[in-house]
C-alpha cells in the first residue's frame, strides 16, 4: 500500500515538475524571443559546420549537398594517412607550438610582472598603450612590417651592421624561420597576452602586500609569493587553452611570412589543408577528414590538459566557467 | 598601536631598502623600455620610408628620418585603383557587418544574463563549445555555396556573425547590473527588448564601445574568409588589395620574376599603402586602450 502511494506521489511530482516547467519556459519566452536571433545564427554557420565535419567518412558530391552525400565509413583516412606531406604537416605543427609555448607562453607573463612593479604610473600607460597595439592590426600589415624592417635592406640589418656585424637573410632561410615565427608573433602578441594577466594581478587583494610589506618582504619575495600564486589560476587557463591549439599553428603568420624560400619549413597542418582543399584539384572530403582529425586531436588535447591541471590541484577551465553560469 | 602603522610604513618608505630598489627600477624601466623600442621602430622606419624617395631607400638601411620629405609616393599609391576597390569593399564590409555583429551579440548576450529561465546552462555551453570546437573552413566554404552567398559580400558580412568571447564578456557585464531596475520596468509594463533598449544599453556604454570596436577593428582586419569565399576583382577588401600590392610583388621580385607591377611599386609605395591601412585602426586605438582593461577584467577572468 505504502508503495503505490508512494509511487502515486512521486507521479504526481513530476507531472508537475513538467507543468511548472512549461510554466517556466512560458513565462520567459522573452529571454528566448531575445535569444533567438543569436541561436539561429549559431545553428546557420557555427553547428551546421560542425555536422559538415561529417564529410570526413562520405564522398562529397557537389549535388547531393553534405547532408545528401553517401558515406563511405574510413576510406578517406585511408588516403589521408598514406599522404607522406600529412603526417611531415602534423610532427611540423607540433614542432612548431611546442617551441610557442616554450618561447611565447611565458614572455606575456613576464612583461605583466615587471610592468606591474614599474613605479612610473603615467609611464606605464605609454609602455601598455604601445604593447598593446600590433594586435590590433592584421597579420598581413604585421608582415609587412616585419618584412621591410628584417629584409636585407631593413632596419634591423641597418644596425646589425652599424655594430659591425654580417647582413642576415631573416626572411629567405628556412633555418631562420621557426624562430622568425616565434619573434614576430611575440611582438604582434605579447603585450596584449599581457593584459590578461595585468587584470588578474589587479584582482588581487592589497591587504595581502600591505602585510607583506609590514612583514619586511622585499619586493622580489612579493612578486614570488604574491602575485605569481595569485595569477596562477590565470596561467593555468591560458596553459590550457594553449594546448588545446597545439593543432593549429597560427595560419594568418605563416600564410602571410612565407616565402618560397621558407614554404616548406612553414608547411603546418593549416597550410596543408588550405593547399589541397583551394589550390590542387579539390577534394572535399579529403580535407575534411584532415580538418576532423585536427578538431579532434585538438580537443583531446584540450581536455587532457583540463585533467592534468586539476589532478595537478588546479581549477581547470570548466569549473569556473559553470560558477559564471550559476551567478 | 594604531599610530605605530603609519610610521613603519614611512620608516619602509625612507629607509635604506629604497636604493635598492631604485636599482631594480632602472633595471625593469630598461628593458620595458627597450621592448617597447623594439615595437616602435619597425613603425617609424616604415613611416619613414613612405616618405622618401626610392634612391634615399636605397641609399642607407638605417632609415629613420628621410632627408627630403616627399609625397610622391602616397600620389603614385592612391593613383592606383586596387585601393579605393579595397576601402570601398571594407567600408560596405563594416556598414552591414558591425550593425548586425551588435545587434546579435547584444540580444542574446542579454537574453542568457536573465536570471533562471530553463536551459540557460545548456545554452551558455551552446556558446562556450563554438570556442573549444568549429567546423573549419571546408564545410563552411561548402555551406556558404549552398546557400549561394559564395562571390557576394554576404559570405563576409554573415560569416562572422557573433564572436563568442565577446558575447560572454557583455554576458557578465550585463549580470553585474542590479537586477531591480529591470523588475520595475518590467512593473511599468516594458517588455524585455524595451528593457534592453532603455535601460541596460544607456547603462552600459562602456562595455558597448569596447566591444563595438572590437568588431570594427576585425572588420576592419577582415581578409581570409573574403580570400576564401570571394573570387571577384571588384570585392577585394582592403587587407587584401594591400596584400596583392605589397606581398606578392615582393614575392615575385624575390623569385626574380619579371613583372610590371614589381617595378611598378617602389619600396616607398608600398610603405604608403602600408600606413595608409594602418591609420584608421591608429586613431581609433586609444578610444579602445581606455575601455579594455576593463572589459578584460569583468569577462575574461571569470570566463
Known amino acids: 500500500m505504502e508503495n503505490i502511494i508512494a509511487e502515486k506521489k512521486k507521479a504526481s511530482l513530476i507531472e508537475k515538475n513538467q507543468a511548472s516547467l512549461i510554466r517556466r519556459i512560458w513565462k520567459s519566452r522573452e529571454s528566448y524571443q531575445l535569444m533567438l536571433p543569436g541561436i539561429v545564427w549559431y545553428v546557420i554557420f557555427a553547428y551546421i559546420p560542425m555536422y559538415g565535419l561529417f564529410l570526413a567518412f562520405k564522398t562529397y558530391k557537389a549535388n547531393l549537398g553534405i547532408f545528401g552525400s553517401p558515406w563511405v565509413g574510413f576510406v578517406n583516412y585511408d588516403y589521408v594517412f598514406r599522404d607522406p606531406a600529412f603526417m611531415e604537416s602534423v610532427w611540423r605543427t607540433l614542432w612548431i607550438n611546442a617551441g610557442r609555448i616554450l618561447f611565447e607562453f611565458p614572455l606575456p607573463i613576464i612583461l605583466a610582472l615587471m610592468l606591474n612593479e614599474l613605479r612610473l604610473g603615467r609611464y606605464k600607460k605609454v609602455i601598455q598603450t604601445i604593447y598593446t597595439f600590433p594586435h590590433f592590426l592584421s597579420w598581413i600589415i604585421v608582415s609587412i612590417v616585419m618584412i621591410n624592417s628584417l629584409d636585407t635592406q631593413g632596419i634591423v640589418n641597418g644596425i646589425i651592421k652599424m655594430l659591425g656585424g654580417h647582413e642576415v637573410n631573416f626572411l629567405g632561410s628556412a633555418k631562420i624561420f621557426q624562430p622568425l615565427l616565434y619573434v614576430t608573433d611575440n611582438w604582434k602578441s605579447s603585450g596584449w597576452s599581457m593584459i590578461i594577466f595585468l587584470a588578474a594581478i589587479a584582482g588581487i587583494e592589497t591587504e595581502q602586500y600591505e602585510s607583506a610589506q609590514l612583514d619586511g618582504a622585499t619586493r622580489m619575495q612579493t612578486m614570488w609569493y604574491i602575485t605569481l600564486p595569485g595569477i596562477k589560476s590565470t596561467i593555468v587557463v591560458m596553459l590550457i587553452l594553449t594546448v588545446g591549439n597545439l593543432m593549429t599553428a597560427g595560419f594568418d603568420q605563416i600564410f602571410n611570412l612565407s616565402n618560397a624560400a621558407t614554404a616548406k619549413a612553414g608547411e603546418i597542418l593549416d597550410m596543408y589543408i588550405y593547399r589541397v582543399t583551394f589550390q590542387s584539384a579539390a577534394d572535399f572530403s579529403f580535407s575534411s577528414a584532415v580538418s576532423l582529425f585536427r578538431a579532434v586531436i585538438n580537443l583531446a588535447l584540450l581536455l587532457f590538459a583540463d585533467r592534468v591541471c586539476k589532478w595537478l590541484g588546479s581549477e581547470g577551465l570548466f569549473p569556473s566557467a559553470k560558477k559564471s553560469v550559476r551567478t | ?303
Open chain 2, 1 to 303: 598601536m594604531e599610530e605605530a602603522r603609519p610610521l613603519l610604513k614611512k620608516g619602509y618608505r625612507s629607509g635604506k631598502r629604497n636604493n635598492k630598489l631604485q636599482s631594480l627600477d632602472i633595471i625593469l624601466l630598461v628593458i620595458l623600455t627597450s621592448f617597447a623600442a623594439a615595437i616602435i621602430l619597425p613603425f617609424i622606419n616604415v613611416v619613414a620610408t613612405s616618405f622618401a624617395t626610392q634612391q634615399e631607400y636605397l641609399k642607407t638601411t638605417l632609415l629613420l628620418i628621410p632627408s627630403t620629405v616627399t609625397f610622391e609616393n602616397y600620389k603614385a599609391f592612391f593613383a592606383d585603383g586596387r585601393i579605393w576597390i579595397g576601402f570601398r569593399t571594407t567600408l560596405l564590409i563594416l556598414g552591414l557587418g558591425l550593425p548586425i555583429n551588435m545587434f546579435l551579440t547584444t540580444s542574446m548576450a542579454y537574453g542568457l544574463s536573465r536570471p533562471d529561465f530553463p536551459f540557460k546552462r545548456f545554452l551558455v555551453y551552446f556558446v562556450a563549445v563554438t570556442m573549444l570546437f568549429n567546423g573549419g573552413i571546408i564545410p563552411l566554404y561548402l555551406l556558404m555555396k549552398q546557400l549561394h552567398l559564395i562571390n557576394t559580400i554576404w559570405s563576409v558580412v554573415l560569416v562572422y556573425g557573433v564572436n563568442s568571447f565577446y558575447l560572454i564578456i557583455m554576458m557578465n557585464y550585463f549580470t553585474t547590473l542590479p537586477i531591480s531596475l529591470m523588475e520595475s520596468a518590467k512593473l511599468d509594463g516594458a517588455g524585455e527588448w524595451r528593457i534592453l533598449f532603455k535601460i541596460i544599453l544607456p547603462l552600459s556604454m562602456p562595455i558597448i564601445a569596447t566591444i563595438i570596436l572590437f568588431y570594427a577593428v576585425d572588420r576592419w582586419n577582415e581578409w581570409f574568409n573574403a580570400m576564401i569565399f570571394i573570387r571577384r576583382g571588384d570585392l577585394v577588401p582592403l587587407q587584401l588589395a594591400l596584400r596583392s600590392i605589397v606581398i606578392d610583388s615582393q614575392i615575385s621580385a624575390q623569385m626574380n620574376v619579371s613583372n610590371v607591377q614589381t617595378e611598378q611599386f617602389s619600396q616607398g609605395m608600398k610603405m604608403a599603402a602600408v600606413i595608409v591601412t594602418m591609420l584608421p585602426v591608429m586613431f581609433v586605438f586609444p578610444f579602445l586602450q581606455r575601455h579594455f582593461v576593463k572589459g578584460m577584467l569583468i569577462g575574461a577572468i571569470k570566463a
